[in-house]
């Protein structure tokens, strides 16, 4: 049973965020052969990674580790060639020290700056992945939606990033193995053919709108333009005039 249950919410117990559940980093024994290449032949182990880059960077909970492992391959280059200067310090031939000091600067620009770079861009990696777990918990539990194609939508990630994604989530129990996500998106329902569909403005089920009534009309007095004479005429009716004959209309 994962972190989410069947019915879409977090099990009891569980504190801090969702993405708490989630390793720091998914290290395959692959990856630790290229660390351990690395620290001991950094040219090998820089090939290594960047093949291990180009072939799973497309996966988001990739990213992360992918950086890491050029931040390792790195370090352990800068570790080697201090290794080198220290056999040459105490070897017979010695080091200048104006030498020395130039190796070391140039080393740490070469490898520890691109190493520090690489665990920024890792950080961030991971980041950002965590905050889409998150993100993908709170859809899924509190808004209910069930489809990839409305979580890619949410998330502005594409179809197939939200579908490894899930597994991933899966895999780790941060959402329950049993819930399943179709494809595509969830279908709104159609409105009837020649009926306009529903709005803010228009009622519900094609039901006619609401009109005001027209306010009602009483009978008015009218002055006869043929002998000036008074007469009651009811409304939307003409009558002709008691005393002359003359049509009268209502309006």
């Known amino acids: 049973m994962g972190i989410v249950n069947e019915l879409g919410g977090l099990l009891p117990g569980r504190e801090g965020q969702p993405s708490d559940g989630l390793p720091k980093y998914e290290r395959t024994t692959f990856d630790y ?22 072939g799973t960077h497309y996966k988001n909970y990739r990213k992360p580790v992918n950086y890491s492992l050029l931040f390792h391959v790195f370090v352990g280059g800068f570790l080697q060639m201090m290794g080198f200067i220290v056999i040459s310090i105490f070897s017979e031939e010695g080091i200048d020290v104006t030498v020395l000091i130039t190796l ?5 620009v070469v490898l520890l700056l691109p190493a520090s770079a690489f665990a920024r861009s890792a950080a961030k990696a991971r980041f950002r ?14 808004g209910r939606v069930r489809y990839i194609g409305n979580l890619a939508d949410r998330t502005g990630q594409s179809e197939g990033d939200v579908n490894r994604d899930l597994l991933y989530l899966q895999k780790y129990g941060v959402l329950d193995s049993g819930l399943l996500f179709p494809e595509g998106a969830d279908p709104e329902p159609q409105a009837p053919a020649g009926q306009a569909a529903s709005s803010p403005f228009s009622p519900p089920g094609g039901q006619p709108l609401y009109q005001q009534p027209r306010p009602q009309q009483l009978p008015k007095s009218v002055r006869c333009p043929g002998c000036g004479a008074q ?6 009716q003409s ?9 009268l209309a209502y309006g």
């Open 129 to 142: 992945c965590s905050q889409l777990a998150n993100q993908y918990v709170a859809l899924i539990t509190a």
């Open 239 to 247: 009558k002709s005039c008691d005393y002359c004959g003359t049509t």
């Open 33 to 54: 052969v290229i660390i351990g290449i690395g620290y001991l032949f950094m040219p090998l182990g820089l090939v290594l990674a960047l093949v291990r880059m180009l």
């Open 231 to 236: 007469n009651t005429v009811a409304p939307d």
């Open 104 to 108: 070391l600067i140039l080393f740490s």
